[in-house]
C-alpha cells in the first residue's frame, strides 16, 4: 500500500457540476439514495463543520489500498494454476459470456472480460445477439454452454433489454456453472451458516480479499455496507457476516446514515453517488472500501469527464486509515474473481484442489 | 395489548440458580452467546446499575404483545378460509410431518401441530421413523409426499439423529412443499430485492406478523437481531431488511453487544440464553420481541422449572414501549404461520388467492 497524499483529488472544486452518471456500471444500486442527496452532488470541501476541518488539515495518514497491483497479483496466481492444469489434465477453464444488444457500456465491459481471459489462460467464448432477440433465444444459448463440458463458467452481461426477463435468464444458468454467483441457490447458501455457496458474487469477493490481503481483520470488527443491491451490498453483508463482523446495512431509508457509518471499523460502500460519503461520516482509523464509479463533469478531462467513487476521497483519506482509490480499487478486482470462480469452476469438475 | 405491570416476574432472586437448558427449543441458536456470558446466568437485578434501578423505579409503561391471543385470531381466519376452500373445491390443505427417533420434546412438538391442524381443518400425515433408520428411509418418505398431490406442506422434525445429514434431508424437500421455509433456494429469494419466497421460516415471519399487528412501524426503524441461527435469526433480519429497517445482527462476536442493541428502535432476540438481555439493553420505547423459550430452575413450580425468554423481562418492561412475555409471545405465533404456510401452498396449487 503506498501513501495516499499524493493520490489524485475527488473532492476537488472542479466537480461542482458533478453530473449523475452516463458510466454508471451495473453493479451499482443506483437508485438508492437518491432522496437523501441533492442533485447534482455538493462538492465535498462546501459544507464541511469546522470540527471536521480541523481534522483534515491535520497530515493525511491513509494507506491506499492498490486494487490494480492486488489485482494482478490474483490474476498471476490464477495463471499458474492454469498452466498446471494445462499439464497435467490437458484441459483449461472455460468461460461463455452472453450479450445481448449493443450497449457500448456492455461491449466494452465484455471485450475487457474477454481478454483478461486470455491472459490468464482461460478460453473465453462470446455469444452476441441482437437487440430484439426473443428471451428463448438467450435461453436457447444458455442451455447450449450448460450441456458443453468444455463450458466452466456463464456469465450473462447485464443490463438485459427490457422485453427479457432477467430472473428467468439468470435461473437458467446452471448453478454449477453460475460463475457470477447470482442464483438464489447460491445467495442462499451464502446466508446460511454450515452451507458453502459453490460461487461468491464477484464484486462483493473482491472486496473481501483487498481487506484480506491488505491485512485488515474482520472478525469482531463493526461494518457498514452503504447500499443493498443484489450483485454488491446484500452479498457483500453476508459475507462479512461469515467473517463474523457485526454488520449494519445502510439504505435509502436509512435515518443518520452518517451517524451509522461513522461507527463502522470498515465500510464498503455500494450506493452509486458520486461523493456521497463524506470524511465525517469516517470513524477515524476507519478501513473504507469504495465500490462506486460515478462519472463526474471535468472540463480539464479531455473527455469531458473523470471516475468518482461513492466516498469523497480527499477527505476520507485525512480520517481512514486504508482506502481503496477509484479507479484502480475494486474495478480491477471483479474481473479477476470472476477468473478466479471460473477456474474454481473447472478445478471442480475436474476434482483438483 | 394489556400492560405489563402484572406479568410474572424473569428476574427475581428465585431465578438465582438458573441452568441452561432442557426444554431449549431447537430453532434458537443456543450455542451462540456461551462466551459472553457467566453460566450460570445472574438474576436481573444483581448487577444493574444505580442510573437503570432509578429508572425501574419509575411506573412499568411497556404494552404486552400478546401472542396467544394474535395467534388464535391468526388460526380462527385460516379456519375461515379453509371451510371456504372446502366449499368451493372439495380441497383442504394437508401437512405431513417426519418425525426420526424418540424425543420427548420433539413428540410434544409434532403432537402440538397436529391439534392445531385439526382445529383449523388442515389434515395431517404424520411418520415415525426409529432412531437407527437409514438416511434413505428418510429421504424415501420424503419423496412419497413430494409425489403426493394432497400434500402442500413437509415438515421434518428437528433435531434428527447425528447419522442422518441434515442439510440432504432439508434439500430433498420439494420447494413447493419447504413450508419451514428452510429451502436455500427460499433463504435465497428472502435475502434478495425483487424476488419472492414461496415461504417464509415460521418463527420469523411470526414476529414480524406480531409487529404488524401490534401497529409497530418498522420502514426507516433502527432494529437489532441477536443471534444468527438459519432458522431465526438470520431470515429475521432478512425480513425486517425487506420492511426498510436498517438492520444490525449482534452475535457471539460482537463487540458491546449492548450499546449496539440499545441503538434499536426494534429488538429481536434469539440468542437462547436465559436472561441475557437487560433492561439497559434496551433504547427507551423500544419494542422487544423476545423468541428465547429457556428453562430455568424454580423449586417453587411443580415441575422444578419454568420458562424464561432471553430478555430480562421485568427490567425490560420498565423501558420498552412493548414486549412480547415468555411464554405466549412468539411461541404461538410459530404453530400459526407453518399453519398459514401449509394453507398458502395449498392455495397456490389451486390457483386460488
Redesign the interface.
Known amino acids: 500500500m503506498a501513501a495516499a497524499s499524493t493520490m489524485f483529488s475527488d473532492c476537488s472544486p472542479s466537480s461542482m457540476t458533478a453530473r449523475l452518471l452516463p458510466l454508471r456500471r451495473i453493479h451499482i444500486d443506483s437508485t438508492l439514495f437518491r432522496s437523501s442527496i441533492s442533485s447534482p452532488p455538493l462538492p465535498c470541501r462546501r459544507t464541511i463543520s469546522s470540527a471536521f476541518a480541523a481534522r483534515m488539515s491535520a497530515e493525511t495518514s491513509a494507506k491506499v489500498i492498490d486494487g490494480k497491483s492486488i489485482a494482478k497479483q490474483i490474476r498471476d496466481e490464477i495463471n499458474i494454476e492454469i498452466s498446471r492444469m494445462k499439464d497435467a489434465t490437458g484441459v483449461v477453464p472455460g468461460l461463455a459470456v452472453i450479450l445481448v444488444g449493443s450497449r457500448k457500456d456492455s461491449q466494452t465491459y465484455v471485450r475487457n472480460k474477454k481478454k483478461a481471459c486470455e491472459a490468464v489462460g482461460v478460453t473465453s467464448h462470446e455469444v452476441n445477439l441482437s437487440e430484439d432477440c426473443t428471451e428463448e433465444e438467450v435461453l436457447n444459448s444458455i442451455a447450449g454452454f450448460n450441456n458443453d463440458p468444455s463450458i466452466h463458467g456463464i456469465l450473462v452481461q447485464l443490463p438485459l433489454p427490457r422485453h427479457i426477463d432477467e430472473?428467468n435468464i439468470l435461473n437458467s444458468v446452471s448453478i454449477e456453472k453460475d460463475v457470477d454467483g447470482f442464483?438464489?441457490?447460491?445467495?442462499?447458501?451464502?446466508?446460511?451458516?454450515?452451507?458453502e455457496p459453490l460461487f461468491v458474487p464477484c464484486t462483493p469477493k473482491g472486496c473481501i480479499e483487498l481487506l484480506h490481503r491488505s491485512g485488515v481483520e474482520i472478525?469482531?470488527k463493526?461494518a457498514v455496507v452503504i447500499g443493498?443491491?443484489?450483485i454488491v451490498g446484500?452479498p457483500a453483508a453476508?459475507l462479512l457476516?461469515r467473517e463474523?463482523?457485526?454488520?449494519?446495512?445502510?439504505?435509502s431509508?436509512?435515518?443518520n446514515p452518517e451517524e451509522?457509518t461513522r461507527q463502522a471499523d470498515i465500510v464498503i460502500s455500494a450506493a452509486g453517488v458520486a461523493n456521497m460519503v463524506r470524511g465525517s461520516w469516517i470513524k477515524p482509523g476507519g478501513v473504507v472500501i469504495d465500490v462506486g464509479i460515478n462519472a463526474v463533469d471535468d472540463p480539464e478531462s479531455h473527455r469531458g469527464y473523470r471516475l468518482v467513487g461513492d466516498v469523497c476521497y480527499q477527505e476520507a483519506c485525512t480520517v481512514a486509515s486504508a482506502i481503496t482509490p477509484v479507479p484502480g480499487g475494486v474495478g480491477p478486482m471483479t474481473i479477476a474473481m470472476l477468473l478466479s470462480n471460473t477456474l474454481s469452476s473447472a478445478k471442480r469438475v475436474l476434482n483438483l484442489k
Open positions: 430472473e442464483h438464489p441457490l447460491n445467495i442462499g447458501r451464502l446466508a446460511m451458516r454450515g452451507r472478525k469482531g463493526k443493498r443491491s443484489n446484500m453476508l457476516q463474523n463482523a457485526t454488520v449494519t446495512i445502510v439504505h431509508y436509512t435515518k451509522i
